[in-house]
């Protein structure tokens, strides 16, 4: 069976477990208090165990529809978990107090999973699914694909609070996953390396070229959802 899951936050070990005074040395050159790194290098620890957990029940869910449909949902994930400078750095964009607790309430993505499916439908059932888990809590449910933004973009994002238990307690986290096919992922991925990877300037009739691509790709996507489920009818 393929590998589905690209666990690009657990390469290696040394590289996951980042000693506290590496990351007090990652942003010496800002004015933090040592008390609020602490925290919040204690807290993106158990951030990451919130992403593990949502990855496996993922993973299981996809497990479960091979054995009943014979058909895998999830063609890949992508996991990370952002730096503690990109932490920092979008707590001041949105203007939250700095303190832990108004941090981590401002910044729901620091632990966040990328979802690939194969189709359009697929999105949905894997959204579905991992809405009813009874340990989880949804927070907020972003529909870009019936309602895609401006530029194209599509892909369906929640915010669930995830509990966390760890020696001493359980917390809860929040976790970002992001669900989309693999049409709207190669869209997305080149989209975004041509408008901020280039350092250049997008005119409008590159806008209006990417965006037409963005509708190419969701025709796509649709032609190829009744191929499958046409196929299916004939079982």
């Given at each position: 069976?393929?590998?589905?899951?690209?666990?690009?936050?657990?390469?290696?070990?040394?590289?996951?477990?980042?000693?506290?005074?590496?990351?007090?040395?990652?942003?010496?050159?800002?004015?933090?208090?040592?008390?609020?790194?602490?925290?919040?290098?204690?807290?993106?620890?158990?951030?990451?165990?919130?992403?593990?957990?949502?990855?496996?029940?993922?993973?299981?869910?996809?497990?479960?529809?091979?054995?009943?449909?014979?058909?895998?949902?999830?063609?890949?994930?992508?996991?990370?978990?952002?730096?503690?400078?990109?932490?920092?750095?979008?707590?001041?964009?949105?203007?939250?107090?700095?303190?832990?607790?108004?941090?981590?309430?401002?910044?729901?993505?620091?632990?966040?999973?990328?979802?690939?499916c194969n189709y359009i439908d697929d999105v949905y059932r894997l959204a579905e699914l991992l809405?009813?888990?009874?340990?989880?809590?949804?927070?907020?449910?972003?529909?870009?694909?019936?309602?895609?933004?401006?530029?194209?973009?599509?892909?369906?994002?929640?915010?669930?609070?995830?509990?966390?238990?760890?020696?001493?307690?359980?917390?809860?986290?929040?976790?970002?996953?992001?669900?989309?096919?693999?049409?709207?992922?190669?869209?997305?991925?080149?989209?975004?390396?041509?408008?901020?990877?280039?350092?250049?300037?997008?005119?409008?009739?590159?806008?209006?070229?990417?965006?037409?691509?963005?509708?190419?790709?969701?025709?796509?996507?649709?032609?190829?959802?009744?191929?499958?489920?046409?196929?299916?009818?004939?079982?």
């Amino acid at each position: 069976m393929m590998k589905r899951v690209c666990f690009l936050l657990i390469l290696e070990k040394k590289a996951q477990y980042s000693s506290f005074k590496l990351v007090q040395e990652q942003v010496a050159s800002e004015a933090v208090p040592p008390e609020l790194l602490k925290e919040l290098y204690r807290r993106q620890l158990i951030y990451r165990g919130g992403l593990r957990e949502v990855c496996t029940c993922l993973e299981f869910i996809d497990d479960q529809f091979h054995a009943e449909y014979d058909h895998n949902p999830i063609h890949h994930m992508e996991c990370r978990m952002k730096s503690m400078d990109s932490i920092l750095e979008k707590a001041r964009r949105r203007g939250c107090e700095m303190t832990a607790d108004s941090i981590c309430g401002t910044v729901r993505d620091i632990a966040g999973v990328r979802v690939i499916c194969n189709y359009i439908d697929d999105v949905y059932r894997l959204a579905e699914l991992l809405m009813k888990q009874e340990c989880y809590t949804v927070v907020k449910v972003r529909d870009y694909i019936r309602q895609p933004k401006e530029n194209g973009y599509r892909s369906l994002h929640l915010v669930i609070a995830v509990p966390v238990y760890f020696l001493d307690g359980c917390e809860e986290v929040f976790v970002e996953v992001q669900l989309r096919t693999v049409a709207m992922d190669f869209w997305a991925s080149l989209e975004h390396q041509l408008r901020y990877k280039q350092n250049k300037d997008i005119s409008s009739r590159i806008d209006i070229e990417l965006k037409a691509c963005a509708e190419v790709s969701a025709t796509l996507d649709r032609r190829m959802q009744k191929i499958f489920d046409d196929l299916n009818k004939m079982d």
